[in-house]
């Protein structure tokens, strides 16, 4: 590979330099052996993108099971293993690794590095993923486990849940931890160490600065869920009693350890999220991002805060009051920088001139949907009012509309923008904006419904439930409102299914990107960049453009073939 | 920035549009109450907490039309057209310390609104007039999880959750309930306008009572005691409040539900009369049971 440094960067226009061509490998075993980041990225999101898929159906035979009162179809030990999968499924499988695959892919590009830090360790943080995934649903064909995404003890402890699909749930928890883990840390030391000459943390793209903290927030919250499953373990097979009250534990104490995992790791989810919307609005907006520094920074303060709020998930428990004041403070605190997000991205459609693509519409979808999680997400921090909310469906709304309307918008808001430089073909917009509809529609109709269903008390995860007041009429719509939702996310698998064969040829910057991925042709090669340019604002393609549009004109001399392909786009 | 009252016209309007909004919303919440506010109407507490929620809701609904409004003003203002060109500006240091500002303001007003509700939620008040006339003196030490009306008295009830029924037991120390005390299972009797204090645990995996129209939930975890209260009003003597189990405790968790039966203090009292009767009758049956048994066996 050719180690180009910053020698040719003083040239005047980027030039090719490559000692040694060599032809890209193919076939499996180039998959299965690979080291590349842009593979292994690749290799994330599809994966991801089958355990979403998956998770999806689960939702939807949930769904079918809710929408009649007092339905047989599916008996509770099945309901209950299909929300334990569902939840497990979209959160360790899907969202938390589909964000690495994002991340995978385009940090090393957006930053102008070559590879990862480790790039073995990135191979090896992929097949920890498929071994987790596998180890969960294998216990498919056994037992799989029925104690929520939570698995609070006492109920997951053995004298309740005999069965091995508790244990399965935490192999599972185990392997794809250390899997993220080694992947955090392997986006820290290239963020760290590989940026691009004068590219300064004033300069670091937005969705980078989002995957740092994600990073930084799963070294500090993944050991702690560890522990906790490790003590979970050795009370189910070896005899301690860490949360048996009979013996001296307590099942306070998983509750405690648990969210103070599973409260960083909503933002975990969430953050690169905000971060993909960060770079594609400007995009289409074709105007810079509004106060760059306070989105940055308000990304920051987000997970320092997020690691303090934990115990509002535990409202309902026997805790003293001034612990609640105390997590009911910090999670509104936690709003502010929220709200200056959302304030900044309006402000940065605020008088550009905004090309509806379909990337841009899923932004928007993000923009309006999350807003409302991030409203009801204050009623569920005033401790009072979450005793009436908590454990309810108004729970299950507000969670899918910051998760659903935020982390997946702007995971589609990712595919439709980045797939271009991935396969070299862009996805049909059509489709793209019928999926997007679907996906809207189907998703308000599915969850706003479910924040009345909570407030008419209906708890979360029953598998039945008696015709009292709406609670039947509600649960039709939701169910109803689900299947458009599915069928939207099934529009974008076609599109994308069509597309890598047959999309229209993309060119290395099809939307005029601000950031350096677009620098590349589609799809980069091997070694990403043949010369990494100097990067000289926060912006550095628009400089790019500048340069070369200012260089041509000046000598009338065909630019060097790089910057001649970035121009025709 | 100058303004000009061309430009200010429009605004204006948009207020104005926002207004009626808010309005329009304000009015639909009334008809469709029972869809956008939590239930209530059992018991001083549930009424608080929905007041409280009402306030947090005016709250939402004012940034929520403000902050979509602006979405979908400029989604539609500033929509690329022939000859357009897109300002670049980077930022507006002021009004970003404004904006800043103005969320953590919205926050301290919605924090003062909980703070004002939250004695009357926590506390409960003294019995009334109309309720059951209870013994004097504190029988039940207060403890920093545990309140008491301010004389001291209430009608004191164990709810112990357990795959998959409720059981009340009507005793004052629940820790050392005498065995004779009255208790029964799924339905709990109270008297109206009497305040019932209840002290929540679990045999078996955590559970949470939750009757909505009688205040939240209250987690009901094994090792830990819980508490909260509730005050039926006189004039709902003879209603029946339902409820279910809010915390997942295993398959039938659905069918955990429960319910309270408000009843007039001399109704209450004929109730625990006959259970206290009922128990008795049971377990002398029960005894000569045991007897016959033990004579047939050798």
Not at chain 1, 500 to 523: C, M
């Amino acid at each position: 590979m050719a180690a180009t440094t910053t020698e040719e960067v003083h040239a005047p226009v980027p030039q090719v330099v490559a000692h040694r061509v060599e032809r890209p490998r193919t076939g499996w075993t180039s998959w299965v052996t690979t080291t590349d980041h842009k593979r292994i990225g690749i290799m994330y999101m599809v994966l991801t993108f089958v355990f979403f898929l998956l998770g999806g159906t689960e939702a939807l035979l949930m769904r079918l099971q809710l929408s009649q009162a007092d339905n047989t179809l599916l008996d509770p030990k099945t309901y209950n293993e299909l929300f334990t999968m569902h939840g497990t499924t979209m959160i360790f499988l899907f969202v938390v690794p589909m964000m690495a695959g994002f991340a995978n892919y385009f940090i090393p590009l957006m930053i102008g590095a070559r590879d990862m830090a480790f790039p073995k360790l990135n191979a090896l943080s992929f097949w920890l993923l498929l071994a987790g995934g596998i180890v969960f649903y294998g216990s498919v064909f056994f037992n799989p486990p029925e104690c929520g995404w939570t698995c609070y003890p006492p109920l997951s402890s053995k004298s309740y849940l005999p069965n091995g699909g508790v244990d399965a749930w935490i192999f599972l928890v185990h392997l794809t931890g250390i899997s993220s883990l080694l992947g955090a840390a392997n986006f820290y030391v290239t963020i760290a160490n590989m940026r691009a000459p004068g590219m300064g943390w004033g300069r670091l793209p937005l969705f980078v600065w989002t995957i740092l903290t994600y990073a930084i927030l799963l070294i500090l919250a993944l050991p702690v869920i560890a522990a906790a499953v490790t003590m979970l373990l050795t009370d189910r097979h070896f005899g301690t009693h860490f949360y048996d009250a009979s013996n001296g534990g307590s099942p306070l104490l998983w509750q405690h350890l648990f969210w103070f995992f599973g409260h960083p790791e909503v933002y975990i989810m969430v953050l690169p999220g905000f971060g993909i919307i960060s770079e594609v609005l400007p995009v289409f907006a074709r105007k810079p991002i509004f106060g760059y520094k306070a989105v940055a920074a308000a990304t920051v303060l987000i997970a320092f805060l997020g690691l303090l709020v934990w115990a509002h998930h535990m409202f309902a428990t026997p805790s003293p009051t001034f612990v609640f004041v105390f997590f009911m403070l910090g999670s509104f605190l936690i709003a502010v920088p929220t709200g200056v997000k959302i304030f900044n991205w309006v402000a940065t459609l605020w008088r550009g001139t905004i090309e509806f693509k379909t990337a841009l519409l899923f932004c928007v979808g993000f923009i309006g949907t999350f807003l409302i999680g991030g409203i009801t997400g204050v009623f569920l921090a005033v401790f009072p009012v979450d005793w009436q909310l908590t454990d309810t469906y108004f729970v299950v709304a507000h969670l899918h509309y910051v998760l659903m309307g935020g982390s997946v918008f702007g995971i589609f808001a990712g595919i439709y923008y980045w797939f271009p430089k991935i396969t070299g073909r862009l996805l049909s917009e059509g489709l793209g904006k019928v999926s997007f509809w679907l996906m809207l529609v189907g998703f308000h109709v599915t969850f706003l419904i479910q924040h009345s269903l909570g407030l008419d008390g209906m708890p979360r995860r029953i598998y039945e439930y008696a015709d009292v007041g709406h609670l039947e009429l509600y649960n039709l719509i939701s169910t109803v409102g689900s299947f458009i939702l599915g069928l939207g996310v099934l529009v974008t698998v076609i599109n994308v299914v069509r597309s890598v064969k047959r999309g229209v040829i993309a060119g290395p910057d099809p939307w005029k990107g601000n950031t350096l991925e677009w620098f590349t042709p589609s799809p980069p090669p091997v070694n990403n960049f043949d010369v990494i340019p100097r990067v000289r604002s926060v912006e550095p393609m628009k400089d790019i453009r500048r340069q070369i549009e200012r260089q041509s004109a000046a000598t009338d001399a065909p630019p060097a073939p790089v910057a001649e392909s970035a121009v025709r786009a | 920035m100058a303004r000009t009252p061309a430009n200010r016209r429009p605004r204006r309007l948009a207020l104005g549009v926002l207004l009626a909004l808010a309005l329009l919303l304000v009015f639909a919440g009334t008809a469709f109450a029972s869809a956008i506010v939590p239930e209530s109407g059992g018991s001083p507490n549930a009424d608080d907490i929905s007041t409280l929620y009402k306030l947090i809701l005016a709250v939402a609904v004012v940034i929520f039309i403000g902050v979509e409004g602006a979405l979908f003003y400029s989604l539609f203002k500033f929509r690329a057209r022939k000859g357009a060109v897109p300002a670049q500006i980077r930022g507006n240091t002021r009004l970003e310390v404004g904006w800043t500002v103005g969320a953590a303001l919205i926050l301290v007003i919605l924090a003062v609104f909980t703070f004002a509700k939250l004695g009357d939620i926590r506390n409960p008040p003294n019995s009334g007039p109309e309720g059951l006339q209870l013994a004097d003196g504190v029988l039940v030490a207060e403890g920093p999880a545990k309140r008491l009306p301010p004389n001291g008295k209430s009608l004191n009830i164990c709810v112990n959750g357990q795959q998959y029924i409720w059981r009340y037991t009507y005793a004052n120390d629940c820790a050392n309930a005498p065995l004779s005390s009255p208790f029964s299972y799924q339905e709990m009797v109270v008297p109206v306008d009497t305040t019932v204090t209840l002290d929540i645990n679990a045999q078996d995996v955590a559970h949470s009572w939750w009757i909505p129209k009688l205040g939240g939930k209250f987690d009901a975890v094994p090792g830990y005691t819980n508490h909260t209260w509730f005050k039926v009003p006189s004039k709902l003597a003879g209603t029946v409040f339902t409820g279910q189990c809010a915390e997942l405790c295993g398959r039938n968790h659905a069918n955990m539900t429960a319910r309270v039966r408000a009843v007039t203090p001399a109704e209450y009292e004929r109730w625990l009369d006959q259970r206290k009767a009922d128990i008795k009758a049971a377990d002398a049956a029960a005894q000569e049971e045991r007897k016959k048994v033990e004579q047939t066996t050798p």
